[in-house]
């Protein structure tokens, strides 16, 4: 489902623009500052809400304007073309539309938009805390299983529930609480671990393709000690969660580990290979999505020299064609993406100072 169209105004430093990218490969090369990432940023912004650069959607504002908006038509072969708006403006208002009609929540549009992010930051999903690895897996797994954002917010519910009791040191219910805490926790621990059941191999599979020397292994954690069952360890940690005023163990606090051999990953590999690691993370994900549900994903690979010499470079640009999804990719100079990658199916396009340029392909 790629975008057919974008429509950006009121970022950082680019010019309103309008652009039609090509359904696969999209270059963008530009000098340091010109606006590459940020063309990027406005992409993820639309899918996800966030951006990959920054907790504060005000830096993302263009410095003198009050609002920004951003526009894609996207293209679904069953679904035919839909069109997503965003407007915010300085002050936080936020309205999102689908097709004209407003969307009450993000993960709506998140559907229509399954992006993946692989940026120089990107080696932060192995360092970074154990939230971004759960995220990493809810991505995976909100995209396969249609209920799972419903079963999430009935789960968060049920926390909220439960932390509120335990503030309230009202033990006499907890046992009430813990009923239908331990039955949502149930579905989305199922749900994560069947995924990554059928995930695992598809990563070990794409990373030998990007590095046979790596070997990394993933765990998954439930968010409690998997020996035991998890209502167990709650009436093992009553007590202490009753003076902590909330619950230690549960899939809030689920994660995958990802180790070499008995250490952490991020403590042995080298910038470059976890960069590798992370992309075949990512990668794998698209190509189980798109097995899965029959779609396609949508990726953006910010500054693909950074750290990846020119045969991993390859490696990656030959999957990323392979999926046959559209890629959107930048670079400082043309020749780092041209030199090494001439996919059929491409755009190329030129920024300069926050300009967007279409160049003639071929
Ligand atoms: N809120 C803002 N308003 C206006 N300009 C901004 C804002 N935030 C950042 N900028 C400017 O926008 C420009 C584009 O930044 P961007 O990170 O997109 O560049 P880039 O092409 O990706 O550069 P690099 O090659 O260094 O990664 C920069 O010059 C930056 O100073
Ligand atoms: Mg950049």
């Not at 989305?188 to 794409?206: A, G, H, S, V």
């Not at 007590?239 to 902590?244: Q, T």
Request: net charge negative; charged share 25%; proline share 4%.
């Amino acid at each position: 489902m790629p975008i057919r169209q974008l429509r950006v105004s009121g970022v950082r430093n680019l010019h309103p623009l309008t652009c039609e990218p090509h359904p696969q490969v999209n270059f963008i090369y530009g000098a340091n500052g010109s606006g590459k990432s940020s063309v990027l940023e406005a992409i993820a912004l639309m899918a996800a809400g966030k951006s990959f650069r920054t907790s504060t959607l005000k830096n993302v504002l263009h410095h003198e304007s009050d609002r920004l908006e951003l526009s894609v038509a996207i293209e679904d072969p069953d679904l035919g073309t839909c069109e997503l708006e965003s407007l915010r403006l300085r002050s936080g208002d936020h309205l999102l539309k689908q097709n004209g009609s407003v969307l009450t929540s993000q993960a709506q549009a998140a559907h229509w938009l399954p992006v993946q992010i692989i940026e120089p930051n990107t080696f932060r999903l192995l360092a970074g805390s154990p939230e971004e690895r759960r995220a990493f897996i809810d991505w995976g797994v909100f995209h396969v299983e249609h209920d799972f954002m419903e079963q999430w917010k009935t789960f968060r519910k049920q926390l909220k529930q439960r932390n509120a009791v335990l503030k309230q040191k009202e033990d006499e219910w907890l046992s009430v609480w813990n009923a239908g805490f331990l039955e949502s926790a149930e579905v989305i621990d199922q749900q994560r671990r069947n995924y990554l059941k059928r995930f695992t191999p598809e990563f070990e599979r794409i990373l030998k393709l990007l590095d046979p020397h790596i070997e990394v292994t993933l765990a998954y954690y439930p968010g409690w000690e998997k020996q035991s069952s998890l209502a167990d360890v709650l009436e093992r940690q009553q007590e202490r969660d009753m003076v902590l005023g909330y619950t230690q163990s549960g899939p809030h606090r689920a994660e995958l580990r990802i180790r070499c051999g008995k250490l952490q990953a991020v403590e042995v590999l080298s910038r470059g290979q976890q960069k590798t690691v992370v992309a075949a993370l990512k990668i794998a994900q698209g190509y189980l999505f798109q097995h899965e549900s029959g779609r396609q994903p949508i990726y953006l690979v910010d500054d693909l020299a950074s750290e990846l010499d020119q045969s991993h470079r390859l490696a990656l640009c030959q999957l990323l064609e392979d999926l046959k999804c559209q890629v959107f990719i930048t670079s400082i100079e043309k020749e780092k993406l041209t030199d090494v990658w001439q996919p059929v199916a491409s755009k190329v396009f030129h920024v300069e100072q926050g300009t967007i340029i279409e160049e003639s392909s071929k």
